[in-house]
Each structure stands twice: as C-alpha cells, then as structure tokens.
C-alpha cells in the first residue's frame, strides 16, 4: 500500500507542477518583442493598443490596459495630470498579474512538496525509487524554467512602467486615442 502511495504521490505531484509550468506558459510573453509592438501600436492607435492589452491577460499588457482606460477617462491632454492619473492605473493592474503568478507558484509549491514526499516514502520503504528520481528530476528542471520566467515576468512588469507607460501618456497628449460614441 506504501508503496502505490509514494508512486501516486510522485505523480500526483509532476501533474501539479506541470499544470503550473502549463498556466506559466500560457501568459509567458516575451518583452522586447511585445514592448516594441505596443510602442508602435501606441504611436499608430492608441485604440488599437487598448484592444490588444485585453487579449493577453495575466502578462505587463494588462496594466497597460488598466493604464489606458484610465487615462480615457481623463479626458485631457495635459500630459502632467495624465501621468498623475496612469501611474496608479498602471500600479492597481499590475496586482491580478501578481496575484496569478502567485496562484501558480503556490499550485508548483504543491507539486514539489509531493514529488518530495513520494520520494522520502520510496525511500522508506525500501522500493526501487528509480521513477521517483526521474520524475523528481523533471521537477526540478520545470521548477528551474518556471522561477525563471516568474522572475522575467516581474522585470517586465517593472520596465513596462518605465519604458512604455510615458509612451501612453504621449498618445493621449497627442490626441492618438478615439472616444466611440
């Protein structure tokens, strides 16, 4: 019965892990591509760029978009009082990226701690624990590339606010962005 128990353990928790490096993956966007496509967008349409930051949630473009519909609601083009206004849009829509990643962190977390335990009771009970050392090696490998891309994720968040949020701010003080009536 342990024995069953530390391979279901072992799996158990490679499918959490994997389901968190899947859900990483899904919002995993690269920044210097992404960054010089919403300048382009923002420089072009800025309505255009409001669309595209609701497409890819759960990555910088949300804030972004948090950004924008603040700054429609501003309804100026004062770029002082548009920077007073994007800044905390840009802050309050960078919280459900975090709250996200930390969602997946804690399910990867869970997925270890199970991986571990199926190991510990392999190893206790004296069974072959060659399954269990594969299947703890994939988990640390998914566990090295999800740390990884959690960490380039909060750098983009934090180089978004800086490189492209004065670009949002531009196209607003320049008229780039539509009201629809």
């Known amino acids: 019965m342990k024995v069953f128990l530390s391979y279901a353990l072992s799996l158990a928790g490679l499918g959490f892990v994997v389901a968190a490096v899947i859900g990483a993956a899904l919002v995993n966007l690269s920044y210097p591509k992404a960054r010089l496509e919403m300048i382009n967008m923002l420089r072009t349409s800025a309505n255009k760029a409001e669309f595209l930051c609701r497409t890819a949630k759960g990555t910088f473009y949300e804030p972004l978009g ?38 997946l962190f804690g399910r990867g977390k869970k997925g270890v701690m199970m991986v571990a335990g199926g190991v510990a009771l392999a190893i206790a009970v004296k069974t072959s624990p060659v399954l269990h050392i594969i299947i703890a090696v994939l988990t640390a490998g998914a566990g ?24 949002v701010d531009r196209a607003f003080a320049e008229g780039r962005y539509f009201r629809s009536a």
């Open 66 to 103: 948090s950004a924008i519909k603040i700054a429609a609601m501003a309804q100026t083009t004062d770029i002082n009082i548009l920077g007073m206004s994007t800044k905390p849009g840009y802050d309050a829509g960078v919280i459900p990226v975090t709250m996200l990643w930390k969602k």
């Open 144 to 167: 090295i590339w999800f740390m990884m891309t959690k960490l380039e994720n909060e750098r983009s968040l934090v180089r978004a606010r800086a490189e492209i949020l004065p670009e």
